[in-house]
């Protein structure tokens, strides 16, 4: 037998995951424009991990009818656009999160305490945290504030005892999980999660009503002097059901930035709130026997005050829920064409709502709201983050306010129209996301180097001048 060991050659001894990056990288280095064109698009999509790739051009014609090119993309590195994907989900893309949960942050923090076009007395309007929570529908194991799940033992219909004397740890993966899943009552659960916003603005009428009462005033009366402005977010519980979170501020009807309305502090606000919440219900979509919803008992109304920077940890606690989906993983971040999701990591009981969800879709009586579409949300229907009208400033305001600041950066002054010249763009969607899995891997080192450059100035050590290499085992 030879003493020679049989060496492989180099290129099998990197797995071909890695060989698929490196030959990327090689590849764009080789590429027109090389490595500088393209972290140029990466950070000015600010590390975005799915951006949209968009190909053409916008040109301008003036009275002589010649048309003159203003941009193309044909000019760019490969000839495409990056446009970020714009996520709010964390488990999508937390560039783009990051982004979003900024945003919400200021749009949430404005009606609080003023800025970004709202009075900072603002801040003299009494407001309050109120947090509501949907019924149970069956025993699931959880975390008591004693540590305990569910001592004491009954035994259900089918056999089972619903007992269990564990202390699970936060992280543990049977938290939210029914203890008999034939008791647990899933079609209940999907139809409280399918009416939850209607039983909210059912809430905030009653709510005013409330407050009128308690200072004197008729229902008539109320509504037309009084007006409770919200931002609100939706948090998915493990067992599958929306509580909702609200900041709800008291103001006066159509002047609503204006001066605080008399006579009413963040107590007298806390409980109408608590009168209307506990009051108030609503009709179970697609029921034939009258059957209503209503809050579970647990209700919790915070007041929010300034003092110990009590408004901006109220709309930091608001903003964390924001980005945030259906599941921890990810899994139901978008819709299920056939209301199954076959991954292994979705817990059985999320997966019950799921498909508890697809097949309530199919039932007549629920045609008009069209379940199907949100079984990735177990029934919830709408947006996560939602506010009132007169709350502060907007997502789009706050995202044209941003480009302005960019473009003044830059130097960039807006054009000034000229007469009769005609704008046109041509766009082409050619597919998302990065095309080489080595286009990836330095996308993501552009993300990494702008997220450590935000902490960096947040905690004002001096910047490493810009497209320094980062070294993280240094910080
Ligand atoms: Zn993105
Ligand atoms: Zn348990
Ligand atoms: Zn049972």
């Known amino acids: 037998?030879?003493?020679?060991?049989?060496?492989?050659?180099?290129?099998?001894?990197v797995p071909p995951a890695d060989r698929r990056?490196?030959?990327?990288?090689?590849?764009?280095?080789?590429?027109?424009?090389?490595?500088d064109d393209f972290t140029t698009q990466v950070r000015a999509v600010r590390g975005c991990r799915r951006p949209v790739r968009l190909a053409g051009r916008v040109t301008a014609s003036g009275p002589s009818g010649i048309p003159e090119v203003r941009f193309d993309t044909r000019r760019l590195s490969d000839g495409?656009?990056?446009?970020?994907?714009?996520?709010?989900?964390?488990?999508?893309?937390?560039?783009?999160?990051?982004?979003?949960?900024?945003?919400?942050?200021?749009?949430?923090?404005?009606?609080?305490?003023?800025?970004?076009?709202?009075?900072?007395?603002?801040?003299?309007?009494?407001?309050?945290?109120?947090?509501?929570?949907?019924p149970s529908f069956g025993a699931v194991h959880r975390r008591r504030p004693d540590g305990t799940c569910h001592s004491t033992s009954t035994r259900c219909e089918h056999g089972r005892a619903l007992v269990c004397g564990h202390r699970h740890p936060e992280s543990d993966p049977a938290l939210g999980q029914a203890l008999c899943p034939d008791c647990y009552d899933y079609e209940g659960a999907v139809l409280f999660n399918a009416g939850v916003s209607e039983l909210w603005r059912r809430t905030t009428i009653y709510a005013v009503r409330a407050l009128g009462s308690l200072l004197g005033l008729s229902s008539r009366q109320a509504s037309r002097q009084l007006r409770l402005s919200y931002v609100k977010v939706v948090e998915f519980q493990k067992r599958g059901s929306v509580h909702l979170h609200a900041l709800v501020r008291a103001d006066r009807w159509e002047d609503e930035h204006g001066a605080a309305p008399a006579g009413i502090d963040p107590d007298l606000l806390a409980t109408?709130?608590?009168?209307?919440?506990?009051?108030?219900?609503?009709?179970?979509?697609?029921?034939?026997?009258?059957a209503r919803h209503v809050w579970g008992t647990q209700i919790d109304t915070t007041f929010v005050a300034d003092a110990e920077n009590g408004r901006a940890r109220a709309a930091a606690y608001l903003a964390k829920y924001a980005t945030k989906g259906t599941d921890e993983f990810g899994l139901l971040d978008h819709r299920l064409p056939s209301g199954i999701c076959r991954d292994v990591r979705l817990p059985e009981h999320l997966r019950m709502l799921v498909g508890t969800t697809w097949s309530l879709g199919e039932d007549e009586s629920l045609a008009g709201i069209g379940l199907q579409r949100w079984s990735h949300t177990c029934g919830f229907r709408g947006h996560f983050l939602t506010k009132s009208r007169r709350w502060s400033t907007t997502f789009g305001e706050l995202r044209s306010e941003r480009q302005r600041?960019?473009?003044?950066?830059?130097?960039?002054?807006?054009?000034?129209?000229?007469?009769?010249?005609?704008?046109?763009?041509?766009?082409?969607?050619?597919?998302?996301?990065?095309?080489?899995?080595?286009?990836?891997?330095?996308?993501?080192?552009?993300?990494?180097?702008?997220?450590?450059?935000?902490v960096l100035e947040r905690e004002s050590v001096p910047r490493l001048p810009s497209g320094a290499p980062v070294e993280l085992g240094v910080l």
């Open 405 to 454: 600041w960019r473009l003044k950066q830059k130097g960039v002054t807006e054009e000034p129209a000229t007469e009769g010249m005609v704008t046109t763009s041509e766009w082409s969607f050619e597919g998302s996301g990065y095309v080489t899995a080595g286009d990836a891997c330095l996308a993501r080192s552009v993300e990494e180097q702008l997220r450590v450059g935000r």
């Open 80 to 134: 495409v656009l990056l446009k970020a994907c714009g996520s709010r989900r964390e488990t999508v893309c937390p560039p783009c999160a990051s982004l979003y949960r900024g945003d919400a942050f200021a749009l949430v923090a404005a009606g609080l305490r003023g800025g970004k076009g709202v009075p900072e007395t603002i801040g003299d309007h009494p407001a309050v945290l109120l947090t509501l929570t949907a």
């Open 1 to 13: 037998m030879s003493a020679i060991r049989h060496i492989p050659p180099p290129a099998d001894v």
């Open 272 to 290: 109408a709130l608590q009168m209307a919440a506990r009051r108030v219900s609503a009709p179970v979509p697609g029921s034939t026997t009258g």
């Open 21 to 35: 990056v490196v030959e990327g990288i090689l590849a764009r280095l080789q590429r027109p424009g090389g490595l």
